[in-house]
């Protein structure tokens, strides 16, 4: 597998806010095809090459020109694979704390909420004959040359198209989505969430309960996990243990820090507790990862 990477990483260099890859899987070659899930939503634009992923027990084919999004924390694989020819996509991820970051008032009380909801259960699929393919496709090359070229202030643009790309998504639906009931989200439950979001990235390493982040937040427990999922698309639990074993992949991919010592720096007590949460996202033990990462997708 050849892949070409770009990132934005987060601001305490623990994981990606954005990554953007050029990826191209040899057929011919072995590459390990695992079932995994991650904080970031996931935009695919496929070149060439066609086959199926499982998301969530369905079934999304795929071939050259077509575009697949995953949601927060779906579990997705590639399940099939037509042999004839490599497939080569643009992959783009991105943590859904860019859109309530960055367009804090219009994320409050649009349909960007219902629709990252939405997104946790059901993958989306655009074909190039449908409304706005063309304009989502055009603004996926466009990131591609921010990242290639970065001019000045080339991480403000590339988090501006990912907004116009998930805008264009949200009005080529013939139902516009609802934002989730709850909460009614306004400008201090995003700065809750957002304070608890950087205390958790800037602490990963440390002993993390939902308890301590509430008293961070001053609010409850249970309502700052409802709030939490509501706004992310995913429990404040799996984020922590998604970020964790992020930083875990990290450290198995650039240094030769043995797994045990990894386990810790990633805030895991026990060698048992980290590889159980290493093997649930990625379907691997870390010593598997590190063997295999070379050819991992």
């Given amino acids: 597998m050849v892949t070409e990477s770009f990132h934005i990483r987060n601001k305490y260099n623990t994981s990606d806010l954005i990554r953007f890859s050029s990826v191209t899987i040899q057929v011919k070659e072995k590459v390990w095809l695992t079932e995994h899930h991650h904080t970031e939503l996931e935009l695919g634009l496929y070149l060439s090459g066609s086959g199926s992923y499982m998301a969530s027990g369905r079934e999304l084919s795929f071939g050259p020109g077509d575009i697949l999004l995953f949601g927060s924390n779906q579990e997705h694989i590639i399940n099939q694979i037509n042999l004839d020819e490599d497939i080569r996509l643009l992959n783009l991820h991105f943590d859904p704390r860019i859109l309530w970051g960055s367009a804090l008032q219009s994320f409050s009380h649009g349909s960007l909420p219902g629709f990252i909801s939405d997104l946790a259960q059901n993958a989306w699929h655009m074909s190039p004959e449908e409304t706005h393919y063309e304009a989502v496709r055009s603004l996926l090359r466009d990131i591609e040359t921010e990242f290639r070229q970065q001019q000045p202030e080339f991480e403000l643009a590339?988090?501006?198209?990912?907004?116009?790309?998930?805008?264009?998504?949200?009005?080529?639906?013939?139902?516009?989505?609802?934002?989730?009931?709850?909460?009614?989200?306004?400008?201090?439950?995003?700065?809750?969430?957002?304070?608890?979001?950087?205390?958790?990235?800037?602490?990963?390493?440390?002993?993390?309960?939902?308890d301590g982040l509430a008293r961070q937040a001053n609010t409850s427990r249970s309502y700052l996990c409802s709030l939490f999922k509501e706004i992310n698309g995913i429990s404040m639990w799996e984020y922590i243990t998604i970020k964790r074993i992020d930083l875990a992949i990290r450290y198995l991919r650039e240094t030769q820090e043995p797994v045990t010592r990894i386990g810790e720096l990633c805030g895991f007590n026990t060698s048992a507790n980290f590889n159980r949460a290493f093997r649930k996202i990625t379907h691997q033990s870390p010593s598997e990862f590190r063997k295999n990462c070379g050819n991992y997708y």
Avoid at 171 to 182: K, N, T, V
Avoid at 193 to 198: F, Q, W
Wanted: hydrophobic share 40%.
């Fill in 158 to 210: 590339i988090e501006g198209r990912i907004l116009d790309i998930l805008i264009r998504l949200i009005r080529s639906q013939a139902q516009q989505p609802q934002a989730p009931s709850g909460h009614g989200i306004n400008y201090e439950h995003l700065a809750c969430v957002e304070k608890v979001t950087d205390y958790i990235l800037n602490n990963l390493s440390e002993p993390l309960t939902l």
